[in-house]
C-alpha cells in the first residue's frame, strides 16, 4: 500500500504561481509513472502532467509552456510547478502513482487532492 500526501495548493491571482508537491511513503517498490490530474466541478477528471521514472514527460495542452512537471526519486516526490495561472485552471488537483505489481499488472495510487483556486 502506498499513501500520497499532496501540498502546495491554495488561492492565487490570475497570473501568480504555485508549485505542488507530492510525497508518496509506505511500500514504495517498483514506482512507474508519476502524475497530476485535475478536476473541476461539473467537468470530468482530466490528465495534467505525468513523469517516468526515467523523466519522460508529458503535458496536457492546455498547460504547456506554463507547468513543469518533476520528480526526485529518492525522495518519491513529484512536483508541478504552475506560472501563469489562469482561472480556468481552478480545480482539485490528484496525484497520480503507478507501481507494477504481480502478474503483469500496473496498480494506479491516488491523493486526496488538494485545491487550486485562480482569481480573476
Known amino acids: 500500500q502506498v499513501q500520497l500526501v499532496e501540498s502546495g495548493g491554495g488561492l492565487v491571482q490570475a497570473g501568480g504561481s504555485l508549485r505542488l508537491s507530492c510525497a508518496a511513503s509506505?511500500?514504495?517498490?517498483?514506482?512507474?509513472?508519476m502524475g497530476w490530474y485535475r478536476q473541476a466541478p461539473g467537468k470530468q477528471r482530466e490528465l495534467v502532467a505525468v513523469?517516468?521514472?526515467?523523466?519522460?514527460?508529458n503535458y496536457a495542452d492546455s498547460v504547456k509552456g506554463r507547468f513543469t512537471i518533476s520528480r526526485d526519486n529518492a525522495k518519491n516526490t513529484v512536483y508541478l510547478q504552475m506560472n501563469s495561472l489562469k482561472p480556468e485552471d481552478t480545480a482539485v488537483y490528484s496525484c497520480?502513482?503507478?507501481?507494477?505489481?504481480?502478474?503483469?499488472?500496473?496498480?494506479?495510487?491516488w491523493g486526496q487532492g488538494t485545491q487550486v483556486t485562480v482569481s480573476s
Open positions: 513523469i517516468t521514472r526515467g523523466g519522460i514527460t
Open positions: 497520480n502513482v503507478k507501481q507494477n505489481r504481480a502478474y503483469g499488472y500496473e496498480f494506479d495510487y
Open positions: 509506505g511500500s514504495i517498490f517498483a514506482i512507474n509513472a
